[in-house]
C-alpha cells in the first residue's frame, strides 16, 4: 500500500518511526519545512519526500495526517474528494460542524476516516472494560491529563487535552453525556485555554475531566468509582489498582467495606503501532474502525460545549 505522511512535527516523528517499519507500506513524506529534509537523513530514510502534498496525491491509496488542528479540515476535505483513505489526529478539525461534514463525506464515498484517539488503543483498555462490571453501577469518573509542557499553539487545552479522556470516557461507557459545565482559563493570555476543568453528566454518573500546563508532575490517569468497587488506570505506568468495596448500611450508620485489593500490569505494546496497523487493517478489510469520523466529531462536539459553559457561566446541554 501506498501511504503518504503529511506533517513530521513532534508527534509526526514517532508516526513516521512506526509507518517506515511497518511491512507492506511504501511510505511517501510530505512537510513544509526545510529543516525535516535534514532530519530524514538523520535517521536514514531513503524515500520519496516532497515539501507539497500534490507531488504525491496521485500515487498514494491513504493519508496520514499529522499537521497542525486548524489546518485539518482543508486537507481532509482535499484528500477525501481525491478518494484517498484518511487517518487524521486528534481533534478531527476544530468545529464539530465540519467534523461530521467529513464523516459524512467518507461515508459517502466508502473511505476509511479514522480519527487517532490514541488512548483507546492503550493496553489497559481491554482489562477497564472487562473490570466494570465488577464494580456495580458506576457512579463517578474522574479523570487527569496534566503536566507541566510546552503548551500548543493551535488550539486550547481542553480541545488538545482533556478531549483525550472525554472519548475515552464515551468508548468504555458506551454513552455520550447529556450536559456540560465547563471551567477554562486563559492564564497566559494567548487567547486559548491553559486549565480546563469540566464536569460531564451522563445517564446515570458523572465525570470529571480536568486538564492543564501547570502541574509539575505528568499525571495520565482516570478512576472509575461504582457501587462495589474502583478501577484506577494510571496509563504512564500502564497499571491497574482495582478494588472491590462499597458502602452498607450497619444499625444507623455507613460502613466502608473492602473485599479485595489487586494491582494489574498491562501489556507491553505501542498504542500508536496498533493504532495505525489498525487503519491500514480497515483499508486492506473494509471494515469500519475503531475510532470513526463520527466519534471524531463528538468529542469535539462535547468540546464546544464545554467551551460554551465556560463562556455563559452556566451548565449547557449537549443536544441531538
Known sequence: MNLLLLGVGRWGKNHLRVLKNLKNINLYVCDKSEEVRSYLEEISYKGPFSKNFKDFINEVEAVDIVTSADTHYELA???LDEGKHIFIEKPICLKSSEAFLLAEKARRNGLILQVGHIFRFHPLIPYIKKLLPEIGKLLYIKAYFKGFKRPRTDTGVTMTDSIHFIDLINFVTSEIPSKVSGFTFDNLKRGMDDISISILIYSNFSALVESGYFQPRTKREITFCGERGQIIADFRLNKIFFRKASLRKEN???????????EIKGEEFEPLKRELEDFIS???NSKSPICSGYDGAIAVKIVEKIYESSKKGKIVEIGG
Open 252 to 262: 444507623n450508620s455507613w460502613v466502608a467495606e473492602i473485599e479485595e485489593e489487586r
Open 77 to 79: 476535505n482535499i484528500f
Open 282 to 284: 480497515c483499508i486492506k
